[in-house]
Each structure stands twice: as structure tokens, then as C-alpha cells.
């Protein structure tokens, strides 16, 4: 089987034990929805982010009882929520044994090189590039909603802005299975997502979509529904949608789980 991955590959960095309640996090939290503060759950961009400079500072004003990111299986742990198109497939290819191919670009270093060439990918369309790489921190607070814990996310998209669908090849659809993962996280090929679907369905395809907070258009239209496609119509290229409960109630406008369902399988998803 071969499987051709695109969309958002980025580092995470997890601060346990923040406060959500505390006048740190308060101080920057949301007041009213898209204005750039953080919210439990929910993703904002480093650079809007209301009287912060740089992410850091975000994760010091929130009372992080920590010395740092954590690291070993408290920081692996984030990763599995992620719609990270990379880590999909690399987890693929342990459990198929197989290779799939792979296309993202971000930029250089030793960290990126030594974790790229100890996965089993193909990486011919792997590409260094100037600036920083796409990178999340991730807030956590274990204690919030009553014990059920919860994260907020602070994004920067890096290298990610410069993204679009023509840096795909044409062998990028020469596969089985074509992975779209957190596409709003890198803009440019968001919009494209419609194309690049249905031309994964001429060409016979398999499309699977991951979704991811929607920050961008968040902004853009607080409370409005988030695109995943140029109209209803299109949502029928998508063969496998994985998303969670806040992401398909926006992407769908519907009310509850239920109602979101069936929008959706009504459309051909």
C-alpha cells in the first residue's frame, strides 16, 4: 500500500501543570471568540496572541509550575490527539511495514535530519528551507473540567505560510491512500484542499482528512461555520474524515454529534 502524506508537520512543546483558573492564564484568556486570547481547547496563532511577544512568555505568565517542556511520556502523550500529517504516516509504515511517501517542507537542522532518516519514508521530496519550523506549545491543565484535564495551543506557523499545492508533485497522487492532516494550520494549501481531493478521487484515491482548530478562520468569522471545502458539495471527496466533537460541530453548523453525522454522510463523507 502506498500512502502519500500532506498538511501540517510541526513540534510540540508541553507544559504540564498550568493553571487555567490562575491570574496568569486569565490575564491572556479569551474574552470574546476570535479576538487572539487563549482558550482551553482551542488554538490560537503566537502572533495575535493579546499582550504577548513571544510564545514563551505565553507559557511563564500562566504559572507553569515546571522547569520546562516535559519530556519522555508526558510529552509524547500531546502528540496523540495531533492530526500531524508526518507522525500519521510514519506510524503507518511501522504497522504496514511498508515505505509511503511523504511531502512536507519546513525548515533545516540537525534535530529535523536525524528524526526524517530514522523513519521508514521515502523523503526524495523532503526540503530545507529558511526559517523557523511550525511549532505548538501546548498549555496543560490536568485539574481543569473537574479532573477530566485539558490543553490550550499556541501556534506558530513558521515555514508553513509559504506552503501551497504546488510544491506537490505529480506522483504525490500516485498512491492508495492520500493523507490531508491539519490543512488549516498551513493556509495556503487549506484552500486548495477541494482540488486537491478531488483530484485524489480521479485519480482513484483513497482521501482521508484530519482536522485541527480552525484558528484562521475563527478569527475571521467568530461563531461562523469553518470550511473544509469550496461548498457542500465537495465534501463528498472525502472518504475518511477524523475530527473531534468542537471541530465537526463547526465544520458541520449543526447543533450536536447527531445532527453534525448526518450533515455529513448526507454529503457523501
Known sequence: MRIAGTGSGLIDFLYTDVDFTGPGFLKVRSKTAGDGGLTPGGLVLAEPVRGLRRPRVGCRSTRHRGRGPAGGEQRRRAFHRRADSRRAIARAARRRGRIPRIHWRRSGGRADTASRD????????????????PSTYVLSDPNYNEGRGERSFIHDIGVAVDFSSEYLPESFFDSEVLLFGATSLVPRLHASLAELLEKGRRRGCLNVVGTVYDFNHEQADPGGRWPLARA??????????????????????????????????????
Open 232 to 269: 457542500n458539495e465537495d465534501l463528498r471527496f472525502i472518504d475518511l474524515l477524523i475530527t473531534n466533537r468542537e471541530e465537526v460541530l463547526r465544520i458541520s453548523g449543526a447543533n450536536d454529534i447527531d445532527q453534525a453525522c448526518r450533515f455529513l454522510t448526507t454529503h457523501g463523507v
Open 118 to 133: 530514522s523513519q521508514p519514508l521515502l523523503t526524495e521530496h523532503y526540503r530545507s528551507v529558511p526559517g523557523a519550523s
